[in-house]
């Protein structure tokens, strides 16, 4: 690869990629390997920044930020955390996770912080699905005062759809009426269009460029053959970012070197494996 891919994009636009604990670097590595490959942009999963036996102080990763001349992105707990739980503990738990996601940005001088709208079992009554989707409106509206309070808005993403699980924001129908049911400005509560999402739920992601347009901050790039969401390498990745008006766009691999994949990067890449969300 000779030309450096973020180079290409308007000066507010940036390129990069989402780091997962299971790779072996470190923060400092990652963002060291990115910047070899032209890449401007790191964005980093809190719970798994947690789980990182050398994980940055939010202070220490704008330094990091700064040494390696890279803007960065927080993507909020979802492993283990769920804002639309009918258990009340549990749901003000996860609140609890993604505002300090949302401080810890705000130090960090992150541009925005990623987070899922919110699940339930399909198995369950339908008077419990309801308290459940409404468990995630009143958790969005809370996480959505933090970030107006904090100056980091907070991108709400299309997730995949689930045999098993009721998922809020699979379609762009089904994000705009959560987006619609949350008081907040689109400067607060924007999104985060997942292309592999909008791809393994058969919906084309221009039709979630089309409909909210400017409002989509975030995009993660990663690819699928349609049966599953497998955060593949997606070298078509230049026709996302020629159509939208997004910020940040995010490589979300199972490797570092599928991150290479990607962008036709020669650079042979640290050892690593995970999975992307």
Known sequence: MTDAPAEALDPDQHLGAAMDVRFADTVGEFAEQCQQWGLDHVELKAEYLAGHPETPTPAELRRLSEAF?????????????????FNESVRRASVGMVTQTLTDAAIAEAGAVVVHGGAVPRRYPEWVRETARENARQSLQACADHAADVGVPLCLENQPE????ERHTTTPDDLAAMLDSVNASPEVLKITLDVGHAKVNGVDWRDFAERFGDRIEVVHLHDNDATADQHEPFPGYESVVESVPASYFVFEMKSVSDVARSIGADVAPLESGGVGG
């Open 69 to 85: 001349d890279c803007s960065l992105t927080l993507h909020a707990p979802f492993r283990d955390w769920n804002l639309g739980s």
């Open 162 to 165: 689930s045999d098993s699980d």
